[in-house]
Structure formats: structure tokens, C-alpha cells
């Protein structure tokens, strides 16, 4: 490539609209998701010289990475609503914040056991953060990942020099972003936004979509994104029906984030971030917007991520219709979810946490929505990537159990993961855990 195109993902309410198919023209295509070793077949693109592995992808040389190639002309827009038109497909790309909004989930069911060869390199800050499980246990499933290069996603130069024809990264607001500005201005990188966290299903179709166009994976992309919006429009649109058969009233959720620490409060959501758009758009209500106005008492009360306290939430217990836990894998919280954990382990934390007569959390077993076993824990990866269509289901239960009591959202998750994601990537554990439902049962 002539020029390096770097894409970003961004955390604001920004729309994207795509339309393209790409067509990758004769001899040169990339595409499948099966492995494939070299054949002999070499041709030079674009100066470089490239080959065919057998199962037909043409990949550099030099590098054994995916080459980009000519194709017809394709268009989409960005995250920050600029239309840009390609003619060519891309060479493989380096990426950051790869499983929190960023492409990495999403790369991994487009390209398939392939994805090596689509990546130059991925962040080393996110690889050693609350996400390391996920990587550890990609990388045991498959070990070629972890030969990947590491990168720093605040270095520009960094970036550059794993020479990608891509950049895809994670941030607040573009015009914050100094990396950004540094590979744009100075360095002459392109700059694209992907965004995940707006939980707006076009939006999300469209950033699926972009990364299919991108390798010339838009058949597979199509198919994915198609799935997404037809999982998650119509929860979203039995929203209204719902309230007003409850009154006009929505039920007030609160969702905490970071697996209820016993030492902390973890933030919350308003109503347009991940979980609590999540809980908004399918008719539900998160505490921040309501109850600001009735004094409430919180730690942080402003921004995306509120933080309330014991305090508050029992001055407010009659209007908590349940409680949402999302928790990662590892890291500080009291409850993990993910590939190892347990029902049982899971119960036995959760009934610490609100057992807790001293500290932060001392008196939260008095919360209705406790004593009534309406609390769900989720694992916080089902959201900001391809398969969050799992977490709408997940909170749609919780708010409206009786209108969604049965949907099965875990098994949803673990049905995607066998059909979509490379044969070699297992997956187990529990991901969606329903407390009420286990003590009843």
C-alpha cells in the first residue's frame, strides 16, 4: 500500500452508514476462513511480491501476511460521518483495545483460523489489563496468536514502524486523540473510527460490515451483521408495547460493572453507554436520570459513569426492579464469569457480596430486588463486540422476565461461538447466570 490507513474506535454516539460490495478482481482474492499453506503460486502486486496459499488466500511473501489487492470501488463512512471510497482491499492491519470495542472479535469470525495472517500486531497495554483471560485463553486454543507482535497504542511511531496497512483502535473522542492527530497530520496515516458503543444496531451493522469490505470478507460480514440487527430489533422494538402495558412505567435497573467489589462501588451507566443503552432501548430505565432529581447520593453523579452508593440505593429500594452485575473474567471484582467459572462459585460470591454488614456494601441484602432473586450476573464481554446481540438478550429477560422467559441468551452465545468463530477456540463456563432462577430451581 501506498498509504496506511489507520481506523479508530470511537466511544460517542455517532452514526455510520455503509454501502458496498467488494468484489476483488481476478487473479487476486482474499477470502475463507480455513488455514492454508503456501503453493508456490507468486505474482507481484503493487511491488511487492505475493503468493497463493492452498486454500486461496494471497498473502505477502515476504511477510506471509494477507496482501491487499485491487478490487472494484467500494464506499462507506466512518464513525465520525466521513464517506471514504477505496479500489483496493487491505494488507494486514495492527490493532488496539481489541476486545473492548476494538476488532478483534469480530476479525476473529470474519477471518476465522486465518486471523495471523490479518494482523501485524495488537496493543500490549489491553493484553495485560482485565481482558488477559479472554487472550490467554485464545491463545491457548490458539498458539500462533501468541506470537503476534506487541505494540504500543499510545506510540505513533510504534504503530508505524509494524508497517500495517491498518490501524483499528479504541478511543474517547477524536478530536482528544493525539495519537490520532499524530498519525493523521504528521506521520500522513488516514484516519478512520469504528464504534460499538452506542449500541445502535445500524451502527454496529455498519462497523461489522466496514471490516468485511476492508479484506474482501463482505459476503461473511453481510451475513454476520445481518444476524446482529435481526437478534436485537425486535427486543428494541417490543420496547414501547411493553411499557405500555406497564403503566407507562419503566422498570428501574441497576447496573453495576466490575463484578461488585467488596471494597468499592464500580460504576454504573446512564443511558446511552453499553449496558445502560442496552437497558434504555429495550424499555427499562437506569437510576441515574431518575433519581439526580431526588437527591440521590452518589460518589460520581455526572458523565456516562455515575457511581452511587449503599446509601442511595436503599433510600431508593422500592424503585429498583432488579440489579444487573456485568463482571469480567479476572481482575478485582468479587464475581468472574467467563470460560472457568462455576454456577456455584458464582452464587457463593454473589451471596458474600450482599451479606456484607460492614464496609461499603453493608446493608444491601436489605435491596427488594435481592430478597426477590431478581439480580443477574453477566459476563461484561457480551458487550461492544459482534455477539452483544447476547447481552440485549440477557437484560431484556431481566427487565421483562415474563415476556422473554424463554430466551436462553448463554445458549445463544455458545450456538454463535460453534457456528462463527475458528473451530479451534472452545468455549465453556457460565457467561449469563439468573440468581433467581438457581435458588427456585
Known sequence: MDKKIAIIAVVAIVAITAVAVVVVLNPFGNGGSGGGDVTGDEVSWNGKPV???????????????????????????????????????FDAIAIADTVKGGPMMTMLALCGSDIDKYIVAWDKDKLTSDSMQDFAWLTKDMPKLASLPLLDANSPMTVVATNPGAYVHMMTAPESDLVAQKLKETLNVDTFYMYFQGEDPTTISN???MLGMMFGLTERANELAKLYVDKVTPLYQNAEKLIKANGGVRPQIYCECQGWQLDKFANSYNNETMWGAFIYNL??????????????????????FPVYNAAALLAHNAAIDAIAITCQPEGSGNIHTGYDETKEKIIAKLQEGFSQTEGPRNGLGNLNAWKDGD??????????????????EAMA?????????????????????????????????????????????
Open 375 to 392: 439480580v443477574m450476573v453477566v459476563a461484561h464481554q457480551l458487550n461492544r463486540n459482534l455477539y452483544d446481540f447476547v447481552g440485549v
Open 51 to 89: 503468493e497463493k496459499t492452498s486454500n486461496g488466500l494471497w498473502v505477502n511473501k515476504e511477510t506471509g501476511k494477507i496482501a491487499g489487492m485491487k478490487c472494484e470501488p467500494y464506499t462507506f463512512t466512518d464513525g465520525i460521518g466521513k464517506q471514504y471510497t477505496f479500489d483496493h482491499t
Open 207 to 209: 462497523t461489522i460490515k
Open 283 to 304: 424499555g427499562g430505565q437506569g437510576v441515574k436520570t431518575n433519581w439526580d432529581a431526588d437527591g440521590m447520593t452518589a460518589l460520581d453523579s455526572g458523565g456516562a
Open 397 to 441: 429477560k431481566l427487565i421483562w422476565p415474563e415476556e422473554y422467559k424463554n430466551l436462553d441468551p448463554q445458549k445463544d452465545f455458545f450456538d454463535f461461538w460453534h457456528k462463527y468463530m475458528p473451530k479451534e477456540l472452545s468455549i465453556k463456563g457460565v457467561w449469563v447466570l439468573y440468581y433467581g432462577d438457581e435458588v427456585k430451581s
